[in-house]
């Protein structure tokens, strides 16, 4: 787990795990609120000295193989 302590004005959540977590991010939002009880009160953008728990990066699944489509064909 990693703590995040917002330090900055007009810091939202999703912007949060955006930048920690890349696209994958938003996936996190409802085990952050998990972790995080009460977070969800305190508005969207998250006053100056909120504490974040962030959880672990989320292992990466590699995509199986996909049919291609043709077109043309």
């Given at each position: 787990m990693e703590t995040i302590n917002v330090s900055r004005a007009h810091t939202t959540l999703d912007l949060i795990l955006f930048r920690r977590f890349g696209a994958t991010g938003q996936s996190l939002l409802e085990s952050v609120l998990d972790a995080?009880?009460?977070l969800a009160r305190k508005g969207a953008?998250?006053?100056i000295g909120t504490v974040v728990v962030l959880p672990e990066r989320?292992?990466?699944?590699?995509?199986g193989a996909r049919p291609v489509v043709d077109l043309f064909g």
């Open positions: 995080n009880p009460g953008e998250l006053p989320p292992a990466t699944v590699s995509p």
